[in-house]
């Protein structure tokens, strides 16, 4: 079976949670995008969303529910294990990098932590950050390294 074909279910499954909070979700133009207007936190690189092109977000929440029973290996630069808006979500993981298996799959690039953010984010209306599956479980696998190469 293709590996993308295989991962497009499980991204569907994925981004099936309770409902994110307001003030972040009108933003976060892939959940829901009815063509909001956004802009960096500068106020530049502004762009319009194009409605109806997102992952269908209250669909998918209402056909399977919340992500507590959902686990997702995140294969990346690893994951900083003391983000207070993942921290709680984090399972065990592994470190590839360097020939040498350790259990320390400590981020040192930040882009596996903006992914598992993006996934699992447990953040509040008021600071943090808010993922599109906030009760999932993250497995942390380090195969990048600070350069990003794997």
Known sequence: MDFRKALAGTFLF????????GAIFDTQWALQNTGQHNCNF??????????????????VTRKF??????TVAVLDSGIDLR?????ANLLSGKNFVGGQV???PQDDNLHGTHVAG?????GTETSGVVGVCRRARILPVKVGD???YL
């Open 14 to 21: 994925m981004a099936s949670i309770a409902p994110a909070y």
């Open 118 to 122: 993006i996934i699992a984010g447990a």
């Open 146 to 148: 600070s350069q990003g």
């Open 102 to 104: 350790s259990d320390d």
């Open 83 to 87: 983000h207070p808006d993942l921290a």
């Open 42 to 59: 500068r106020g530049q690189r502004c762009t319009d969303g194009i409605p109806g092109r997102d992952i269908k977000y209250k669909l």
């Open 65 to 70: 529910g919340d992500c507590s029973r959902v």
